[in-house]
């Protein structure tokens, strides 16, 4: 699964790897994104790339009750097109979810998972609206898949991380193409190692939750 990541990258390099054509949020980097939070994704619309803030926790737009999304976080891969809180999001609404890490826990301790590079990459996420009938919002959730081989030994589940290449498929094409890119690679790019329980509390969002455990100092 994927219940915290983060996105500490600058607004010109998220840009500068998305290439979104419209920008309709102030982004400031965020080292401990959690649930209900808002956070920067991609969409597709009327042929453009839109790079936007939404709320992590998928509401359906049929929902009566906004606390559905507290549950909606993940989404599995295998059942996407048969779970009706997902489904139609899985046909239409496909998003980006621009990161550079994310965290897992074992024994109670969190680990912080990344690219070696330290690159900027995207979640495969699936977005909705939805409308209390006070406050329209964009809600979205992250998919999950099995864990490649390097992330195993941490959790069964990992996120579907994109390569760029296929960025513009997830978007586009159709849902029953897409199967192919929900399988658990990177398993040579990913690395992790534990950080402080520090991040177990939203309220925390500062560099040094990153730090290795028992390092008072990390260059990123």
């Known amino acids: 699964m994927c219940g ?21 949020l102030k982004h400031f980097p965020s080292f401990n994104i959690a649930p209900s939070q808002l956070s920067a994704i991609i969409t597709h619309s009327s042929n453009q790339l839109n790079l936007a803030g939404m709320k992590w926790g998928l509401i359906p737009s049929w929902s009566k009750d906004g606390s559905m999304g507290n549950k909606l976080i993940n989404a599995r891969s295998e059942t996407l097109h048969e779970k009706p809180s997902f489904r139609d999001s899985f046909k239409k609404k496909r998003c980006l979810v621009p990161a550079d890490g994310f965290i897992e826990w074992k024994e109670k301790k969190p680990y912080f998972i990344r690219m070696r590079n330290q690159a900027l990459f995207a979640f ?55 199967t192919s890119l929900f399988s658990g690679s990177l398993e040579k790019e990913l690395e992790y190692y534990e950080i402080s329980t520090a991040i177990n509390s939203p309220k925390n969002n500062q560099a040094s939750l990153l730090n290795p455990a028992g390092q008072s100092s990390f260059t990123f």
Do not use: C, Q
């Open 4 to 24: 915290r990541y983060t996105l500490t990258k600058s607004i010109k390099t998220i840009e500068s790897h998305f290439k979104p054509v419209r920008i309709s």
């Open 124 to 178: 495969a996420g699936l977005w909705s609206p939805w409308d209390s009938g006070e406050e329209p919002i964009n809600t979205f959730t992250i998919i999950t898949t099995e864990a490649n081989k390097t992330l195993s030994p941490l959790h069964s589940r990992m996120p579907v991380i994109l390569h760029p290449d296929s960025y513009e498929t997830w978007l586009t094409a159709d849902p029953k193409s897409l």
